[in-house]
């Protein structure tokens, strides 16, 4: 017998069915600890402002009176949950717009400086009508957010606006 068989006393066979039994139970114990871990949170889960409801309806975010917010001025305010930062603006000629701040360049937060959504990274400018770029690196426009002038004359988020150009976008209150 060679000696390193003296000192390794396992045949290769075994070796492998041990693996493999050791291998099945570690696979078990993962996928039981990923199930528990999904079953958390999904309990945990609970709907943010403007996430949709279990209807599958878009919840709306009051954004306050619109008569509040004057020509140049914004309000910045969270859409989906507390990470979807958003901008709702009044533009010089009085319309009312919302976009998300997300820059579409490299995903700085876009602000408002009375005529254009400016983004200070890069120096990235956008229009405020339709959120298209004007100057600087991002080439995409903004994502816009509906808005909704209630009778009571208080704002509100109401969903994503489709793209520019799609001519499902509908026309934004003024
Ligand atoms: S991240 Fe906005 S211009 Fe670069």
């Known amino acids: ?32 600890g990923f199930t528990a871990g999904i079953g958390y949170l999904w309990g945990r889960k609970k709907p943010f402002d403007g996430a949709p409801d279990s209807s599958g309806l878009e919840r709306a975010v009051d954004l306050g009176p619109a008569a509040a917010l004057h020509p140049g001025e914004s309000k910045l305010f969270t859409f989906r949950d507390a990470d979807d930062r ?38 990235g400018f956008f229009e405020c009508g339709q959120g298209f770029p004007v100057q600087g690196p991002p080439t995409r426009p903004l994502s816009g957010i509906n808005l909704e002038l209630r009778a009571d004359g208080r704002l509100w988020a109401v969903g994503d606006l489709p793209k520019p150009g799609d001519p499902r976008r509908l026309e934004e209150p003024a």
Request: aromatic share 10%.
């Open 1 to 32: 017998m060679f000696r390193w068989k003296r000192n390794f006393p396992v045949d290769l066979a075994d070796e492998s069915s041990l693996s493999r039994r050791e291998f099945a139970r570690f696979l078990a114990l993962v996928s039981a």
């Open 86 to 123: 958003c901008i709702v603006l009044r533009t010089q000629m009085g319309d009312l717009r919302a976009y998300r701040q997300t820059c579409t360049h490299l995903g700085c937060a876009v602000r408002y400086d009375g005529q254009r959504l400016e983004c200070p990274c890069h120096h």
